[in-house]
């Protein structure tokens, strides 16, 4: 089905042939073509312009976590404040979950707010220093794989922020108990968004540029 | 209009890029059941299935009519030492409508209601033509366009299983009832979950320029087959 079906032999793909592969849609053009004419999609050569966008999405996602992660994402008051109105953040509303026995959900806001966003920041930054560079065909699959889990996973750390919501609409009841989002809620859900956009700004054909053009001696 | 299976290396007319590797394929049209994957990375190029487009837009609109019923229906009731509160979707949003929080509104709404609703919207618009053979709506393709750049954004899985964290947060404190709203927005998760499984972006790209968008006379045409 193409010209190289074998595994083993360089593959050649569009940049090499001077064309330019739309993202979108697949269609192939000639290089001078800036639009795909099928798709409407803006056709870009897969070099590492593309980065200073992934880092600057990058920086932007790590700076708005902080504040995400030192202010009060929910402000609880029990009986009006009279048994204690507490004002947890990210880790304190883990701890408190350990604490009341729920592991599960602990584990489900541990992973979604702390070790889902901090993996995408290292996952992401390796991705972007070592796209372009020489690679042999193993780790270009395991660096697609990664990409590919990154781009999966981003969406689900919003989690947390739905959990705020819900909760801050449910538990209105007056004197009784009464909680409200704190301004974490906002920073983090900046934070995920703007990693979202870091991944999506990431070109994964950079992955397969490093590839030399002949292979020498690819275990594969 | 081009003959399957022949192609130009100087102009690209004929060939199909993988968008995850950038290596080069031969077009070559489907038949439903089959699925093209790229030689390099594996990523799935096209994976047409039989009437497809029918089930896209059946599922489509099942999501708007359930997506109704979210909205307006009470979503969950909570209740304590006869104090209860009962709250819809709207409710949830609203509840950063506070000062600072207000931006965090707007988001969560687009992301719960207004995202998925615009994107059956746009996938009805683009393949309703497509499915009885017509020519496509004008502006098909920046509606399709439009809609896989919104795919990401748009949260209702998330929201559900948030809402289910949520409960298991507040089980101990309080009473707790599902609204029909609940029970509607767990539908509307496996309906979206199934209308993108019959999604394959290259072939309702392939659809639109088969059904006659000037596309530079690159399309492939059943009746010019090899």
Same mark, same amino acid.
């Given at each position: 089905m193409t010209p190289g079906q074998d595994q083993h032999a360089p593959v050649m793909t569009a940049h090499r042939a001077g064309l330019a592969g739309c993202r979108g849609c697949g269609r192939v053009w000639p290089e001078s073509e800036t639009i795909c004419a099928r798709c409407g999609g803006a056709l870009v050569p897969p070099d590492r312009r593309c980065l200073n966008a992934v880092w600057a999405w990058l920086a932007a996602g790590l700076i708005f976590y902080v504040p995400a992660n030192l202010f009060p994402m929910l402000k609880t008051s029990v009986f009006g404040g009279l048994r204690g109105s507490s004002e947890s953040t990210i880790l304190g509303g883990v701890v408190e979950l350990i604490h009341y026995g729920n592991y599960w959900v602990a584990a489900v806001i541990f992973v979604a707010s702390i070790v889902v966003p901090l993996g995408k920041f290292i996952a992401i930054s390796w991705l972007a220093l070592v796209a372009g560079r020489p690679a042999t065909v193993r780790q270009a699959h395991k660096r697609l794989v990664l990409y590919e889990i990154v781009e999966f996973i981003g969406r689900w750390s919003m989690i947390d922020v739905f959990v705020v919501a819900i909760l801050s609409a449910l538990v209105q009841l007056g004197f009784v108990a009464s909680i409200h989002p704190g301004p974490a809620a906002v920073s983090f859900a900046l934070s995920v968004a703007f990693t979202m956009l870091s991944a999506q700004s990431f070109d994964p054909r950079l992955i397969w540029r490093g590839l030399p053009l002949r292979s020498r001696k690819d275990p594969e | 209009m081009l003959t399957e299976g022949a192609y130009d290396l100087t102009t690209g007319a004929g060939l199909i890029a993988c968008p995850r590797c950038d290596a080069l394929h031969v077009e070559r049209e489907l038949e439903p059941g089959e699925t093209a994957r790229c030689v390099r990375c594996n990523t799935v190029l096209a994976s047409p299935r039989a009437g497809a487009f029918t089930r896209i837009i059946a599922l489509s609109f099942t999501s708007l009519v359930l997506m109704v019923g979210a909205v307006f229906f009470p979503f969950l009731e909570i209740s304590r030492m006869g104090f209860g509160n009962q709250t819809s979707l709207f409710g949830v949003a609203l509840a950063f409508s506070h000062g600072a929080l207000m931006p965090l509104t707007v988001a969560l709404l687009g992301s719960i209601v207004g995202l998925p609703v615009l994107r059956a919207v746009l996938l009805v618009y683009t393949l309703l033509p497509l499915s009885r053979n017509r020519r496509p709506f004008a502006h098909a393709v920046p509606a399709f366009r439009l809609s896989e750049a919104l795919r990401p954004w748009s949260m209702a899985e998330i929201f559900v299983i948030g809402t289910a964290v949520a409960l298991i947060k507040v089980g101990g404190l309080a009473n707790i009832s599902f609204g029909? @709203? #609940?029970? @509607?927005?767990? @539908? +509307?998760? +496996?309906? $979206? %979950? %199934? *209308? $993108? %499984? #019959?999604? *394959? @972006?290259?072939t309702i790209w392939d659809a639109i320029e088969d059904a006659g968008l000037p596309t530079d006379g690159r399309e492939i045409m059943p009746e010019h087959r090899a």
């Open positions: - | 029909p @709203a #609940f029970w @509607a927005f767990c @539908a +509307l998760i +496996l309906v $979206n %979950a %199934a *209308s $993108n %499984a #019959f999604t *394959s @972006a290259a």
